[in-house]
């Protein structure tokens, strides 16, 4: 019953004209955004951050998840026409995805997608509405050193995940803490390297640094080296896959949206790591694994399903637990504290409008995303004709905006072109932005629950052992941070043996 | 995040990374470093009841003691190179579009938004990657002007008027 009530308050909230309306936004620049490379979710949630102080905090959070979502639906357009993935999420659908349009099935390729992304972002729904309430109950169970304890194994599992090095994703979720500190100290009202600035006394503020490490450097990127686009030149008929394609397909789906929802929940998941597992499962358990990377139709349904799955998925541990799964939850939590409003726990209880909004507006958007990408492929297939030359001063200038726009500070323009600089750097050095960013969203709540937990055990580090759910939380962060050494001296020792 | 460099063809050779990782990884040092200095001036506070300078130093101290790692792990540890081949890399671009960046915001409280965004779109796709004058001015009075009607008109957005009251 109570599930029925919740799924009724969910879209009695999201049907309505202004939510509905910035829901249709949010999936339509997601889309295209997703369409274009050069410019991905993080950025331009980030850029149109300052607009949602205008509307109300339930529209805003809707439209930009309906962008983040979105992004995954349009990312497969180019990864399988043009085989450059428009989102990180859709590079695996190139693998297959651009191998059919290379043998005339662009069309079935184009529609599993966006047929498998629907199907997954729908199950991805009803799993949350079945799940947060729950987990939002135990969550009140945590304490500072639960809270604690849960965040630092969030951005260790990041850094574990990460693509590269992990030291370096440490290196960087070092320096995100390090930058989270700046400003007045909210207990003491110290300043801690204000450097007598009034505008770093509020602390370096979300959006120039995300929009500088995400969207300015990715511009910067992209302006060193000329990308060539190579469109497949073919006519795109046929969106409806055929009964067989369903038959490869449909299992692969199903899978890949429960994987993809269960990593997109792990605070450090994500859906990149979503498509890339849900793809390698895929292969490992197939009867043919040598067709994938060759037009096998799962190698496109199995991540589409799985990134966006995972997409909704991140959105369990912010709105019932308070904690971002990942550096675009770390914006959307962003959004919502701007206007008052506390993710967590108590969010179910305090504003259950924005909590079953959001959900119901999820369920809306895959709807509209499917009614987007099929019919109006020939739209984005013309979109991506669009030269980079043309679209990239468009992206800078939104950028600066963006930053200027929500203090009408010029000082803080200048803090996003230097995280520009820096980010640039970072990407030619292979260093992520995304534990960066982690670390530096999540660095109030981490001290504010370092420092109660000291106060509560008297300065013993102990507590974080004393407390079952914390020492679970410790003992899994302990095993992630130290199983590559362990690894390596294993092999080493092995070696050592075999000699 | 993966960077989908693949894409754009980059060819290292496992020197040059090896090279890069221990530049890199001194400039984070040094700045881990001048964090712990900095957070010693700061109250540090105890255990029982840590200051604002705790985080701070736990933080530097991190970030010292991985680039140090890091450092390390450049001399000893083989680092694979990226195989792709390359085309010769613009830095000139970057170069324009960051002073670009850095002139407008130091002009657009002065010219204003409308002038000073014109210019700097000009600026943009002319110099950068050129486009066609025709292209280069319609694009740029186009662009100024939706994102003025955007901001300023729709979402009631203050943006800079200028010395010239526009």
Known sequence: MEVLSNIYLSFSVAMQMENLFYCFLGVLIGTLIGVLPGLGPAATISILFPLTLKISPTAGVIMLAGIYYGAQYGGSTTSILVNIPGEAASVVTCLDGYQMARQGRAGPALGMAAFASFIAGSLATLFIVLIAPPLARFSLKFGPPEYFALMSLGLILLTYLSSGSMLKALMMASLGIFLGTIGVDPISGYERLTFGSYTLMDGLGLVPVIMGIFGISEVLINLEQSIKRDLYKTHISQLFPNLRDWKDSIPAILRGSTVGFLLGALPGGGAILASFASYAIEKKISREPERFGKGAIKGVAAPESANNAASQGGFIPLLSMGIPANAIMAILMGVLMIHGIRPGPLLMKQHPEVFWGVIGSMYIGNWMLLVLNLPLIGIWVKILKIPYAILFPLILLFCVIGSYSLNNNLVEVGIMIVFGVVGYFMKKHDYEGAPLILAFVLCPLIENALRQSLMMSHGKFTIFLERPISLGFVALSAFLLFSPLLREVGKRVGAGLRT | ?166
């Open chain 2, 1 to 166: 995040m993966v960077d989908c460099s693949f894409a754009r063809n980059r060819n290292r050779t496992g020197k040059e990374m090896k090279r890069r990782m221990r530049n890199s990884s001194l400039v984070w040092a040094a700045l881990g470093s001048f964090i712990c200095v900095e957070s010693f001036y700061m109250p540090l506070g105890s255990w029982r009841d840590p200051g604002p300078g705790f985080l701070c130093l736990g933080s530097g101290i991190s970030l010292t003691i991985l680039s140090l790692i890091c450092y390390v792990q450049s001399w000893t540890v083989d680092q694979e190179p990226v195989p792709l081949p390359l085309p010769r890399p613009r830095s000139r671009n970057l170069v324009y579009a960051v002073a670009a960046l850095v002139i407008y915001t130091a002009c657009l409280e002065i010219l204003g938004f409308r002038v000073a965004t014109f210019l700097l779109l000009l600026f943009l796709f002319r110099c950068i990657e050129p486009q066609k004058w025709g292209v280069a001015v319609g694009g740029s009075a186009l662009t100024t002007g939706i994102s003025y009607a955007l901001f300023e008109m729709w979402l009631k957005t203050p943006l800079p008027k200028g010395l010239m009251g526009f």
